[in-house]
């Protein structure tokens, strides 16, 4: 990795990872509160409760705070003339090269959490792979969308 | 052009097309009739007379009503050529039209079940480029091979006609026959019949018979009959092995049987820059590859054909071209590795068929013994656990599972010219992908935080394949290395 990559995501993209992660703990919590109450009814193992309840907190801790700063500070890409190269990854690192030529199509998706902090999702699509850029202001996205359409026109068949 | 002739389709399509309405029905029919034929007669003093009729007269009636929606569906479907397309008109209830021009098909498939055989007919699915649902466009469930052959002779006309629109009445070009194609390769018996005993599924069928075959040792209590029937039970064991022994004869001899009926009399034709394969004894398939829509080339070799130097070469395709919806083509079944690469020379001039590799390096090799680890620690840890102490035994995994991780570890290598990758792994069977760079959709490069250290990475190269495409890995190779590969694939480098 001899260069680091141009761009990063929008700051405000960890915020939605966070909401993210908040809404899937909640619902988690509220099957660890399922067991809670099976415990008390059927005469579960009451180890069973605590173990669920410890692994919650843990993953919750990992999931809301530690994984999305990781992840954000990897994500990372940048659009060029001939290529697109983006880089993500949480304990292992990937980074992924598509040359313009291969892209097929790109578009910008735009869920309501997303909506909410003005960002968008952006894909983009080979003939094989699809590969997304998550959170991105959405008039950046868009720009960028058509800039890549553009590009991906432009680009020829060199072989 | 307003007055054309119109095609049917011929008559056995009425059969065919009945036999196929029924199947769905068979089985409940049988169920029914077996669970109430003792109580069904044709006595009409017995009190379930009125019930056999009914039973009776439903069934009649459904038969008849299939046959004459066979029939009415025979009758309604009609085709024939217009303005440079092929026309079909069908439908049993609403009509429907479907107007295909000819210089958008790609393909014309032929199958050919027994029904087809006897009456020399083709079956003719036609395929065309905007065809992304990998069911054919059109289909033509049974006509003569004249009427195929005359489908073929449009299509070129049209297709003319398009490159030399101005040219005078293309009445000359009716006469056109269609030109003989090049035999690239014919199957041989003996291939064939070793292709049948050196398949993984025979493997498979080996390890299970004999993994059942040991099952008797536990079924058969032993402790408790033994004394005077010892001599029976003595009788018994060599009774068991040579049922065993004679059901391992039979599969093989089915298997070599299935075989060699699949693929009976495989060729390959070549002509215009499009492959035909044809393969079967009872039912003949023959498929139509153009050459440009190959996206990689595979040669696997499973651990027992590569000993005899034999190997199987199959084909990525875009697009739904194979016949069972396959995502690859296979492009010679069974054959003798240097006989392969000068097919594939000749076939694909452009390729070259690489022997020199750059190697994983050593400090990989720990990686490819030990990851991903826990597929084998858990397995065996639960099973050990809950089946002590014979649970044990499965510990006889672990060496078997690392000579296969040493062996994966001495087969992969990758090389790079010009405009071609390959890359050369092994699961079980031995992989060489042979890839052209324009064909390479997408390159990654992954690095996990020890590898990082190590600088050890591991490339991911996807083509497209059928409708969701290939991923061929380059596991733990020296970044260095890795990094060279991405390089290369740099469009502007």
Not at chain 1, 122 to 143: G, Q
Not at chain 2, 20 to 36: D, E, M, N, R, Y
Not at chain 2, 68 to 91: A, P, T
Not at chain 2, 114 to 125: A, S, T
């Given at each position: 990795m001899s260069i680091e990559l141009k761009n990063k995501i929008d700051p405000k993209g960890l915020t939605v990872w966070r909401i993210h992660a908040m809404i899937t703990s909640f619902i988690t919590l509220i099957i660890t509160a399922g067991v809670f109450v099976c415990t008390y009814y059927f005469d579960w193992y009451s180890w069973i409760q605590y173990a669920l309840l410890a692994l919650w907190v843990v993953s919750a801790i990992l999931g809301i705070v530690v994984f999305p700063k990781i992840r954000w500070s990897r994500w990372r890409y940048e659009v060029r003339e001939q290529?697109?190269?983006?880089?993500?990854?949480?304990?292992?690192?990937?980074?992924?090269?598509?040359?313009?030529?291969?892209?097929?199509?790109?578009?910008?998706?735009?869920?309501?959490?997303?909506?909410?902090?003005?960002?968008?999702?952006?894909?983009?699509?080979?003939?094989?792979?699809?590969?997304?850029?998550?959170?991105?202001?959405?008039?950046?996205?868009?720009?960028?969308?058509?800039?890549?359409?553009?590009?991906?026109r432009v680009a020829e068949e060199d072989v | 052009?307003?007055?054309?002739?119109?095609?049917?389709?011929?008559?056995?399509?009425?059969?065919?097309?009945?036999?196929?309405?029924?199947?769905?029905?068979?089985?409940?029919?049988?169920?029914?009739?077996?669970?109430?034929?003792?109580?069904?007669?044709?006595?009409?003093?017995?009190?379930?007379?009125?019930?056999?009729?009914?039973?009776?007269?439903?069934?009649?009636?459904?038969?008849?009503?299939?046959?004459?929606?066979?029939?009415?569906?025979?009758?309604?479907?009609?085709?024939?050529?217009?303005?440079?397309?092929?026309?079909?008109?069908?439908?049993?209830?609403?009509?429907?039209?479907?107007?295909?021009?000819?210089?958008?098909?790609?393909?014309?498939?032929?199958?050919?079940?027994?029904?087809?055989?006897?009456?020399?007919?083709?079956?003719?699915?036609?395929?065309?480029?905007?065809?992304?649902?990998?069911?054919?466009?059109?289909?033509?469930?049974?006509?003569?091979?004249?009427?195929?052959?005359?489908?073929?002779?449009?299509?070129?006309?049209?297709?003319?006609?398009?490159?030399?629109?101005?040219?005078?009445?293309?009445?000359?070009?009716?006469?056109?026959k269609v030109p003989a194609k090049k035999s690239i390769y014919k199957m041989t018996n003996k291939e064939l019949i070793l292709l049948a005993s050196t398949s993984s599924s025979m493997g498979l069928l080996f390890a299970s018979v004999f993994a059942i075959g040991s099952q008797f040792n536990d079924l058969i209590p032993y402790e408790q009959i033994y004394g005077e029937m010892q001599n029976i039970i003595k009788f018994g064991v060599v009774f068991i092995i040579a049922i065993v022994l004679l059901l391992i004869l039979f599969a093989w001899i089915v298997a070599v049987a299935l075989a060699y009926i699949v693929n009976y009399n495989f060729k390959i034709e070549e002509l215009d820059d499009k492959i035909f394969i044809s393969k079967g004894l009872l039912e003949k398939k023959s498929l139509t590859m153009p050459l440009y829509r190959i996206q990689g080339i595979r040669i696997v070799e499973n651990p027992i054909r590569q000993i005899f130097g034999y190997c199987r070469v199959v084909v990525d395709s875009a697009g739904g071209t194979g016949d069972e919806k396959e995502d690859t083509v296979v492009l010679l079944p069974f054959i003798k590795k240097k006989e392969a690469v000068k097919i594939l020379q000749t076939l694909f001039p452009q390729y070259i068929v690489e022997d020199k590799f750059v190697k994983v390096p050593r400090k990989s090799l720990f990686r490819y013994l030990m990851l991903p680890i826990y597929f084998l620690v858990i397995p065996i840890a639960a099973v050990s656990y809950f089946f002590y102490p014979y649970g044990l035994f499965s510990l006889i995994i672990v060496p078997i599972w690392m000579i296969m991780k040493f062996w994966q570890y001495k087969t992969a290598g990758f090389a790079m010219t010009d405009l071609q990758l390959t890359i050369v792994y092994r699961f079980i069977s031995k992989s060489t992908v042979i890839i052209s760079k324009n064909r390479i959709q997408a390159m990654t490069m992954k690095q996990s935080f020890f590898a990082e250290r190590k600088d050890i990475a591991t490339n991911k190269v996807n083509i497209m394949s059928g409708m969701t495409g290939f991923t061929a890995k380059t596991k733990h190779f020296a970044k260095e290395e890795q990094e060279k590969m991405l390089e290369w694939y740099k469009p502007n480098a």
């Open positions: 290529e697109i190269e983006i880089q993500s990854g949480l304990f292992i690192v990937e980074r992924t090269l598509v040359p313009m030529i291969r892209v097929q199509h790109v578009d910008t998706i735009q869920g309501p959490i997303l909506k909410k902090y003005n960002l968008s999702e952006m894909n983009i699509s080979t003939a094989a792979t699809r590969h997304t850029i998550p959170a991105l202001k959405a008039e950046e996205a868009d720009e960028l969308r058509m800039r890549i359409s553009k590009l991906a | 052009m307003s007055e054309q002739k119109v095609t049917r389709l011929h008559p056995i399509t009425l059969i065919i097309n009945f036999v196929s309405q029924i199947k769905g029905f068979v089985i409940p029919a049988a169920v029914l009739l077996v669970s109430t034929f003792s109580s069904l007669t044709f006595d009409p003093n017995e009190k379930f007379f009125v019930k056999t009729l009914i039973y009776t007269g439903i069934m009649a009636l459904l038969v008849i009503l299939f046959a004459v929606f066979s029939w009415i569906k025979w009758r309604k479907f009609v085709y024939w050529f217009e303005d440079g397309e092929l026309r079909i008109e069908y439908g049993l209830f609403v009509k429907k039209k479907r107007y295909i021009p000819f210089e958008r098909i790609q393909t014309l498939n032929y199958k050919e079940s027994i029904f087809h055989r006897i009456f020399k007919l083709v079956r003719v699915e036609i395929e065309t480029a905007g065809d992304s649902s990998g069911s054919s466009e059109g289909e033509l469930t049974a006509i003569t091979r004249g009427q195929a052959e005359q489908i073929e002779i449009e299509m070129n006309k049209a297709k003319n006609k398009v490159i030399h629109s101005d040219d005078e009445d293309s009445e000359e070009v009716t006469i056109e």
